[in-house]
């Protein structure tokens, strides 16, 4: 019995650390410092791609298989991707909005970042290093 305890412990312990902490990210040469959360959501949800500096913004989204896109969507909208595909679907539809460009693989969300200026991401706090600057964080 003591053994099982402390698996489940030992278990609950890595899936506390392993949870993605999304945070969101511009280039680092961007002038972008900062953004609100309500900002984020309108650019995300395709309601408007202007940055506050009037740069085009062109979001950018994980690959429906990265941990972090599900966090990220649940810590914006608190929704989850099947509600977040069903509105891109039925905005699809409508022909009334394109959805953010989405990465093939995780890796390729910063080399996306790199080469398109109004680019706007979200990663894993992990993942930033000098070539990105955090614009928003969510609250723990």
């Not at 891109?88 to 093939?104: H, K, M, V, Y």
Request: aromatic share 6%; net charge positive.
């Amino acid at each position: 019995m003591k053994a099982l305890l402390l698996i489940v412990l030992m278990l609950s312990g890595l899936a506390a650390r392993v949870r993605a902490e999304p945070v969101v990210v511009v280039n680092g040469a961007s002038a972008i410092q900062q953004l609100s959360q309500d900002q984020v959501i309108n650019i995300f949800l395709g309601r408007y791609r202007r940055l506050p500096n009037g740069e085009t913004a062109i979001p950018i989204d994980q690959p429906d298989s990265a941990p972090v896109r599900a966090e990220f969507y649940r810590k914006l909208v608190n929704k989850d991707l099947n509600e977040i595909n069903a509105y891109w679907a039925r905005l699809i539809f409508s022909g009334r909005t394109s959805p953010p460009l989405q990465a093939a693989q995780p890796a390729d969300v910063i080399e996306l970042l790199m080469v398109n200026p109004g680019g706007l991401a979200y990663v894993d706090r992990s993942q930033v290093d000098k070539r990105l600057r955090i614009v928003l964080e969510f609250p723990k």
